[in-house]
T-cell receptor, first 112, second 114 residues
């Protein structure tokens, strides 16, 4: 059983469109991280959310942590080709602060 | 700004050969990690080192060994490579073992086992 379910698995859109990707679980987490990975590179942290209901914005990206701290969403406004990549969510693996477990990711392709 | 450096970037091995993947970080981080990334499987933790002198198994440790050589360096060894170990391997580091700390990743080692 996958601890984190990310959806959709793949998303292909045109420049200028809006999109939302999701990271869901049946477990409660103390914090959740979102990473973006570009082809040929390692993941890079975008944001960490720690409070239920928290909303964080990073330019055109809006991250929300669910009220019950079981899920999160990432919304991109007016997507650009530079947003293309693999979006990964990650949570505390053992609920004791030892390591992260990652979802399988959403692969986003934005064409101009 | 080197961050996390992995060597080599690419490697092809024959089944049964051994190899060590090297990782070094220059951020004075306490914790280091090794992951493998396979299509459709996401990132899976192989081993981690919460602090210098300690190592622990992750989700998929079989067939691998690690050494935390010092605070900067964390190596991953394949003693007898198998085709199932064909993957992209990422090393990461973080300031501490706590989950709200960001992990900084290297650019990966692409390993093929024939």
């Amino acid at each position: 059983t996958q601890l984190l379910e990310q959806s959709p698995q793949f998303l292909s859109i045109q420049e200028g469109e809006n999109l939302t990707v999701y990271c869901n679980s049946s477990s409660v987490f103390s914090s959740l991280q979102w990473y973006r990975q570009e082809p040929g590179e390692g993941p890079v942290l975008l944001v960490t959310v720690v409070t239920g209901g928290e909303v964080k914005k990073l330019k055109r990206l809006t991250f929300q942590f669910g009220d019950a701290r079981k899920d999160s969403s990432l919304h991109i406004t007016a997507a650009q080709p530079g947003d293309t990549g693999l979006y990964l969510c990650a949570v505390d693996r053992y609920q004791a602060g030892t390591a992260l477990i990652f979802g399988k990711g959403t692969t986003l392709s934005v064409s101009s | 700004n080197a961050g996390v450096t992995q060597t080599p970037k690419f490697q092809v091995l024959k089944t049964g050969q051994s190899m060590t993947l090297q990782c070094a970080q220059d951020m004075n981080h306490n914790s280091m990690y090794w992951y493998r990334q396979d299509p459709g499987m996401g990132l899976r933790l192989i081993y981690y080192s919460a602090s210098e002198g300690t190592t622990d198994k992750g989700e998929v440790p079989n067939g691998y060994n690690v050494s935390r050589l010092n605070k900067r360096e964390f190596s991953l060894r394949l003693e007898s490579a198998a085709p199932s170990q064909t993957s992209v391997y990422f090393c990461a580091s973080s300031e501490s073992r706590y989950s709200n700390q960001p992990q900084h990743f290297g650019d990966g080692t692409r390993l093929s086992i024939l």
